[in-house]
T-cell receptor
Framework: DVKVTQSSRYLVKRTGEKVFLECVQD?????MFWYRQDPGLGLRLIYF???????EKGDIPEGYSVSREKKERFSLILESASTNQTSMYLC??????????FGPGTRLTVL | TQLLEQSPQFLSIQEGENLTVYCNSS?????LQWYRQEPGEGPVLLVT?????EVKKLKRLTFQFGDARKDSSLHITAAQPGDTGLYLC????????????FGTGTRLTIIP
């Protein structure tokens, strides 16, 4: 069974903290993505990666960075969390032209 | 980034009724996808349409891609409580660039 797992379902952090969101896929996919989902705004692409150590900015990369040291793992980093980064974060694995698989999401609250 | 506008934003109907939700944009898409998302879960791909005018059926769900590839519709026949969820459309403008533009979503509730 295809799996995309995210390290936490719920996370509460304080303003200014460094936050790591981890995503692991078991499908040997080259492409992995991070989106955030907010009511009324839909899903917005933060960063994506098409290979180990490769990354590309999406539509809203400000305040975020990513790390892809191994093919199966794609991490999203909030260097200094702010309240406007409170959101649902979704990791995706696979190519758009094929079938993409979403993780269950991490609901992050920044206080 | 041009958002895809979905309508209606919310829809609540009785079990057994038919419904249609819409996905519209001023942009042309090389492909368009429909997803369903249930509470606490990530979206799950339902269908991908790539040709203008294309119609695809998935059991009681019928998906249509507009002739100009700027819009799409999802029609559900005889809705069931299991159809409840958030329906999202997503379009890829440039084939192969791996960037999807997502719609704002239609939250559908089917009342038993």
């Amino acid at each position: 069974d295809v799996k995309v797992t995210q390290s936490s379902r719920y996370l509460v952090k304080r303003t200014g903290e460094k936050v790591f969101l981890e995503c692991v896929q078991d499908m040997d996919h080259e492409n992995m993505f991070w989106y955030r989902q907010d009511p009324g705004l839909g899903l917005r692409l933060i960063y994506f990666s098409y290979d180990v150590k490769m990354k590309e900015k999406g539509d809203i990369p400000e305040g975020y960075s990513v790390s892809r040291e191994k093919k199966e793992r794609f991490s999203l980093i909030l260097e200094s969390a702010s309240t406007n980064q409170t959101s649902m974060y979704l990791c995706v694995s696979g190519r758009v032209a094929d079938t993409q698989y979403f993780g269950p999401g991490t609901r992050l609250t920044v206080l | 980034t041009q958002l895809l506008e979905q309508s209606p934003q919310f829809l609540s109907i009785q079990e057994g009724e038919n419904l249609t939700v819409y996905c519209n944009s001023s942009s042309v898409f090389s492909s368009l996808q429909w997803y369903r998302q249930e509470p606490g879960e990530g979206p799950v791909l339902l269908v991908t349409v790539v040709t203008g005018g294309e119609v695809k059926k998935l059991k009681r769900l019928t998906f249509q891609f507009g002739d100009a590839r700027k819009d799409s519709s999802l029609h559900i026949t005889a809705a069931q409580p299991g159809d409840t969820g958030l329906y999202l459309c997503a379009g890829e403008v440039d084939f192969g660039n791996e960037k999807l533009t997502f719609g704002t979503g239609t939250r559908l509730t089917i009342i038993p």
